[in-house]
């Protein structure tokens, strides 16, 4: 995007040596594991040594080891929000995720130990942060690796979303609304280390995944690609200029896309959407016509508007393809 196509090619280059690595070497069939490895306290800078198991680098505690993580994706997270495609083995990445549901999840709490701190309880259902039911737990492991933080879950909720488990996705979604109804907890406060916790805001990409909805600023794009089976629906978005909603529409032959404004103004050259059965289109900005193309990549199109135009206050775009 910069023009620095030889800093872009070295860190392509990284990129390629990494994804490989951890594929060959940390992916056990199911999912991705800690190697834990000795380092003698000799060969560390003092500076360096902190807490929280370096006291003891030949034989580091509070690890993770063999367990089953489940915020183990949480780069691949960021990575399936910013659209910039799978990071690792796209097969290891579905595995993986299978796995974390197989392994973590809770439909009861009642004869589940957790020593540390208590954010889930008895007949409730959750999503842990690790699971040894493959794996040998460690001697001394991750000490909170027994206890459900609503940061996690939303993650992977919206994980399961990317890769389409919809069903799981929504799933632990609802879980944690259960245990926040507001009567068994607060539902405007999700603790982990303290009251008001900042990594529940994570509850925030599910509506992103669900809604499909990525606006590239650079490109002018506007990606509109929801989630679900549904033709139908209205949601809410918000970009970094602009907010505001858009609904889907399909019947028979068409699907009617409105993006509104009502806030800020968002420029616009191209917008993809999923692709409907009829091969006409139309472009209208208030009613009034638009100059555009059509490119049709497998279940999605493409529509490049001929000129440029700034999506502002009020404003409606209907798109019928």
Same mark, same amino acid.
């Given at each position: 995007?910069?023009?620095?196509?030889?800093?872009?090619?070295?860190?392509?280059?990284?990129?390629?040596?990494?994804?490989?690595w951890v594929d060959s070497n940390l992916f056990n069939g199911e999912y991705y594991v800690q190697k834990v490895r000795s380092i003698?306290?000799?060969?560390?800078a003092p500076a360096t040594v902190g807490d929280m198991g370096a006291d003891h680098p030949e034989q580091p505690e509070f690890q993770?080891?063999? %367990?089953?993580?489940? /915020?183990? +994706?949480?780069?691949?997270?960021?990575?399936?929000?910013?659209?910039? @495609?799978?990071?690792? *083995? =796209?097969?290891?990445?579905?595995?993986?995720?299978?796995?974390?549901?197989?392994?973590?999840?809770?439909?009861?709490?009642?004869?589940?130990?957790?020593?540390?701190?208590?954010?889930?309880?008895?007949?409730?259902?959750?999503?842990?942060?690790?699971?040894?039911?493959?794996?040998?737990?460690?001697?001394?492991?991750?000490?909170?690796?027994?206890?459900?933080?609503?940061?996690?879950?939303?993650?992977?909720?919206?994980?399961?979303?990317?890769? %389409?488990?919809?069903? /799981?996705? +929504?799933?632990?979604?609802?879980?944690?609304?259960?245990?926040?109804? @507001?009567?068994?907890? *607060? =539902?405007?406060?999700?603790?982990?280390?303290?009251?008001?916790?900042?990594?529940?805001?994570?509850?925030?990409?599910?509506?992103?995944?669900?809604?499909?909805?990525?606006?590239?600023?650079?490109?002018?794009?506007?990606?509109?690609?929801?989630?679900?089976?549904?033709?139908?629906?209205?949601?809410?978005?918000?970009?970094?200029?602009?907010?505001?909603?858009?609904?889907?529409?399909?019947?028979?032959?068409?699907?009617?896309?409105?993006?509104?404004?009502?806030?800020?103004?968002?420029?616009?050259?191209?917008?993809?959407?999923?692709?409907?059965?009829?091969?006409?289109?139309?472009?209208?900005?208030?009613?009034?016509?638009?100059?555009?193309?059509?490119?049709?990549?497998?279940?999605?199109?493409?529509?490049?508007?001929?000129?440029?135009?700034?999506?502002?206050?009020?404003?409606?775009?209907?798109?019928?393809?």
């Amino acid at each position: 995007m910069l023009g620095d196509d030889s800093s872009a090619q070295s860190y392509h280059e990284l990129f390629e040596k990494g994804r490989t690595w951890v594929d060959s070497n940390l992916f056990n069939g199911e999912y991705y594991v800690q190697k834990v490895r000795s380092i003698p306290k000799s060969d560390i800078a003092p500076a360096t040594v902190g807490d929280m198991g370096a006291d003891h680098p030949e034989q580091p505690e509070f690890q993770l080891g063999d %367990g089953c993580l489940a /915020d183990q +994706l949480i780069g691949q997270y960021l990575a399936d929000i910013a659209d910039l @495609g799978p990071l690792v *083995n =796209p097969e290891h990445i579905r595995k993986t995720l299978q796995s974390i549901r197989k392994y973590n999840y809770r439909k009861s709490l009642a004869s589940h130990d957790s020593v540390q701190r208590i954010y889930a309880l008895n007949d409730e259902p959750a999503l842990l942060i690790c699971d040894y039911g493959k794996g040998t737990r460690p001697k001394i492991p991750f000490p909170y690796y027994a206890e459900a933080w609503t940061g996690i879950e939303y993650l992977v909720a919206t994980q399961f979303l990317y890769a %389409g488990m919809m069903q /799981d996705g +929504l799933r632990t979604i609802e879980d944690v609304r259960f245990r926040f109804d @507001g009567e068994r907890r *607060n =539902p405007w406060d999700e603790p982990e280390c303290g009251h008001h916790y900042a990594r529940a805001m994570s509850s925030w990409s599910t509506l992103v995944a669900f809604t499909g909805f990525h606006y590239h600023g650079a490109d002018k794009l506007l990606s509109l690609r929801p989630h679900t089976e549904q033709r139908s629906m209205t949601a809410f978005w918000s970009a970094g200029s602009a907010w505001g909603s858009f609904s889907i529409a399909g019947s028979g032959t068409q699907n009617r896309t409105e993006i509104s404004v009502v806030e800020g103004s968002l420029p616009l050259e191209s917008i993809r959407l999923r692709s409907g059965p009829r091969q006409q289109s139309a472009v209208q900005l208030d009613g009034e016509k638009l100059q555009h193309s059509i490119t049709r990549e497998g279940a999605l199109i493409q529509v490049r508007l001929h000129d440029a135009l700034v999506l502002s206050e009020g404003k409606k775009l209907t798109i019928v393809a």
